[in-house]
């Protein structure tokens, strides 16, 4: 079925679905089961709307994305989440970046570049695919940082969160459906009856929904730069399976981009370690003295 918008509107209706299930049986069984309560508030809406609008960027360009390009190169063609979190954080947050850290996303730049010329002297490059890659990494970033802005509105509840962004998306995904013509293309499915298919497709939404629940969760939890880089981790591992899965082979300079990003993040993420220890030693001896000077 050639209509990832599609599959992506039923498994945000699912995972909305299951949220209101979950609420009400924590209502009928308490004793069994912990939810909150959903009450669909407008104002919470409104509030969450900015975060839904990103979601469903973030989605649909991942989804394009893998469409036009082929899993193993999925990696390198997402490869820019750590640099636009940087130039995000910059302009968004008005924090400063270290030369280390600019110079690891240097590194992640190259690796990227080197990634998209081994891809065209393969033949399979898809221009539109890395375009649609690029953005789905500008929209990754997004989605982290708007993530941790907006649980306040909802007192940090992730379950609730959850329910409301799939709640919106659902329906911003609807004319995005009608936009990209995959309306006629679901009507048409030869499959659309088949009981099979939907339980796949019910499968997927239950999966989503595990997912949108541990991804709110990790940002609520650490940070969207932790979140940004644990996720470079996942599309490694999935690079690797990839590969191995569709027994492709893949040249050394090939190999050597995905090294070159991995390396990348791999020294942004330390830089930030050390710089955050650096922070915490500092501001833990800004205290003592501070009590010092007190007592």
């Given at each position: 079925l050639e209509a990832p918008l599609?599959?992506?509107?039923?498994?945000?209706?699912?995972?909305?679905?299951l949220c209101v299930l979950m609420s009400a049986l924590s209502i009928m069984a308490p004793f069994i089961i912990t939810f909150p309560r959903i009450q669909v508030s407008l104002g919470v809406l409104k509030q969450v709307f900015p975060l839904s609008f990103i979601f469903v960027g973030?989605?649909?360009?991942?989804?394009?994305?893998?469409?036009?390009?082929?899993?193993?190169?999925?990696?390198?063609?997402?490869?820019?989440?750590?640099?636009?979190?940087?130039?995000?954080?910059?302009f968004l947050l008005h924090q400063k970046t270290s030369v280390k850290a600019v110079t690891c996303c240097a590194v992640i730049i190259i690796g990227f570049l080197l990634g998209v010329d081994q891809e065209g002297v393969a033949g399979s490059l898809s221009v539109v695919g890395v375009v649609y890659g690029v953005l789905a990494s500008l929209f990754v970033s997004l989605y982290s940082i708007f993530t941790k802005k907006v649980l306040?509105?909802?007192?940090?509840?992730?379950?609730?969160?959850?329910?409301?962004n799939n709640l919106i998306a659902a329906f911003l995904f609807l004319p995005l459906m009608y936009c990209t013509g995959e309306i006629p293309i679901v009507v048409g499915y030869k499959h659309l009856t088949d009981h099979v298919f939907w339980a796949l497709m019910t499968m997927g939404g239950a999966c989503g929904l595990a997912i949108a629940y541990i991804t709110v969760l990790q940002i609520k939890v650490t940070s969207p730069l932790t979140h940004n880089i644990s996720g470079t981790a996942k599309a490694c591992?999935?690079?690797?399976?990839?590969?191995?899965?569709?027994?492709?082979?893949?040249?050394?300079?090939?190999?050597?981009?995905?090294?070159?990003?991995?390396?990348?993040?791999?020294?942004?993420?330390?830089?930030?370690?050390?710089?955050?220890?650096?922070?915490?030693?500092?501001?833990?001896?800004?205290?003592?003295?501070?009590?010092?000077t007190t007592a």
């Amino acid at each position: 079925l050639e209509a990832p918008l599609f599959v992506t509107c039923f498994q945000c209706l699912v995972t909305t679905s299951l949220c209101v299930l979950m609420s009400a049986l924590s209502i009928m069984a308490p004793f069994i089961i912990t939810f909150p309560r959903i009450q669909v508030s407008l104002g919470v809406l409104k509030q969450v709307f900015p975060l839904s609008f990103i979601f469903v960027g973030m989605i649909s360009f991942n989804n394009l994305c893998l469409k036009y390009v082929g899993v193993p190169f999925y990696y390198v063609g997402r490869s820019l989440t750590t640099v636009f979190n940087v130039i995000l954080t910059y302009f968004l947050l008005h924090q400063k970046t270290s030369v280390k850290a600019v110079t690891c996303c240097a590194v992640i730049i190259i690796g990227f570049l080197l990634g998209v010329d081994q891809e065209g002297v393969a033949g399979s490059l898809s221009v539109v695919g890395v375009v649609y890659g690029v953005l789905a990494s500008l929209f990754v970033s997004l989605y982290s940082i708007f993530t941790k802005k907006v649980l306040p509105v909802v007192d940090g509840n992730v379950w609730l969160l959850t329910f409301y962004n799939n709640l919106i998306a659902a329906f911003l995904f609807l004319p995005l459906m009608y936009c990209t013509g995959e309306i006629p293309i679901v009507v048409g499915y030869k499959h659309l009856t088949d009981h099979v298919f939907w339980a796949l497709m019910t499968m997927g939404g239950a999966c989503g929904l595990a997912i949108a629940y541990i991804t709110v969760l990790q940002i609520k939890v650490t940070s969207p730069l932790t979140h940004n880089i644990s996720g470079t981790a996942k599309a490694c591992a999935q690079t690797l399976l990839a590969v191995t899965w569709f027994h492709e082979v893949k040249p050394t300079l090939w190999w050597m981009s995905n090294v070159i990003v991995l390396l990348g993040s791999a020294g942004y993420t330390r830089v930030k370690q050390q710089e955050m220890l650096r922070a915490h030693q500092e501001a833990t001896v800004s205290k003592r003295d501070e009590d010092k000077t007190t007592a």
